[in-house]
């Protein structure tokens, strides 16, 4: 069944950008970013050592810190973009969306940091035809609502130019940090000039905020854990499809166990979903992975597997026409494996 899954040309719809960095491709930007053999890397490749598969969820987070450090430049930045991609091809992605919070430091400007990111998609693309990528501009919830604006009109600006990369907008961040109804104007603008909207939703326990949410609109939502039954009924209602993250939420504790994760009652209800990885590199995974989870948890077979897929085809952010070749992709595959 893994290998199955490995070769299936999955899709990705729910990616940050820096927490797709594994310990090992941080090692790859490490040598890249200082040089090999130099005290620098040296000293990263060190404070590496302590991490595994069995790492707990401080130390997941503590990788954060890295990723910080090591694209704090214009260079760094764009060889995460490239790697990001190249471990997403390696895993037979066919498409992902990529999502980050635009950033600003004494090297580059907020604009800078997306052109960087921007252009990086563009030569990846290049060395690796197989894999198409998008990009959502994220809103960190936690900032002030001037930076969410801010973010807003710089994805409208990249849309104009690279509408084929830059196709919409992210809300995450701390879910017990920031007001949704202050970041409402700035995402109803962006929805308002044609970017797609997907917001993290519900997760964490918060009922008054998930109404709001829900009444505003989006077209996915991201965790979706806290959704009651209502909820669900909604997104079936709307087709607003729940990005399902389950070694994420595994990990993190938002959801206790994977038998008790909230894809199966999606499922039971027939309601949209797709699985996605949230941080691939914070929590070791893989797409994969993901499905190799699912399936050994909810016991989804090979064409549960591929419907998964083509929903998520479906529910990305890309063309008709991009779609269709998703779609041509997965036939082939399916020729190859009936
Ligand atoms: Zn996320």
Redesign the pocket.
Known sequence: MLDFLKELPKVEL?A?LNGSLSISTLRDLGEKVYGENTEEFLELCARFIKFDRNSKLEECFEKFAFVHELTSTEKGLRYATEFAIRDFAQDNVQYVELRTTPKANSHYTRREYLHYVVESIRSAQTKYPKIMVKLLASINRAEPVAVAEETVSLALEFAKTDGDIVVGIDL?GNPARGKFSDFIPALRSAREQGLKLAI?CAEIENPSEIKEMLAFGMSRC??GTYLSKDDLTHMKRHNIPVEC?LT?NVKSGTVSSYEEHHLKQLMEAEAPKVLCT??SGVFDTTLSMEFHLATQTFGLNRSQCIELTKEAVHHSFASSEEKQKMLIKLEEFLKRNP
């Open positions: 729910h940050h995450s993290h991201g965790h993250c994420s949230d941080d």
